[in-house]
Nanobody
Framework: QVQLVESGGGLVQAGGSLRLSCAAS????????MGWFRQASGKEREFVAT????????NYADSVKGRFTISRDNAGNTVYLQMNSLKPEDSAVYYC?????????????????WGQGTQVTVSS
């Protein structure tokens, strides 16, 4: 099993940046592909970004491509989401998730473990 704890959320003006972190505890962090998802108030949870176990493969939602960067530090058991050029529509609770089967995924149901989320609010 793996436990996930997100941090780094907050309030930022449009055009600003935030970096989210997700610290993992438990066994074999490097054996999990990781993902970031978000859920805005009144909406369904949606895919943001995913990264392979080695970090060599990443994939992004079209809405964040070119603005957000997912990365991981396997030695430090942490996955990051660097968010630049933030927009008010990026406001949401952001969740990290771990997937214990090979390969990245955009689909919520493919992920086995979830963090509790961190709130990001972008003011206009």
């Amino acid at each position: 099993q793996v436990q996930l704890v997100e941090s780094g959320g907050g309030l930022v003006q449009a055009g600003g940046s935030l970096r989210l972190s997700c610290a993992a505890s438990g066994r074999s962090f490097s054996s999990y592909a990781m993902g970031w998802f978000r859920q805005a108030s009144g909406k369904e949870r949606e895919f943001v970004a995913t990264i392979s176990r080695s970090g060599g493969t990443t994939n992004y939602a079209d809405s964040v491509k070119g603005r957000f960067t997912i990365s991981r530090d396997n030695a430090g058991n942490t996955v990051y989401l660097q968010m630049n050029s933030l927009k008010p529509e990026d406001s949401a609770v952001y969740y990290c998730a771990a997937k214990n089967r090979y390969g990245t995924s955009r689909y919520l149901d493919d992920y086995n473990y979830w963090g509790q989320g961190t709130q990001v609010t972008v003011s206009s």
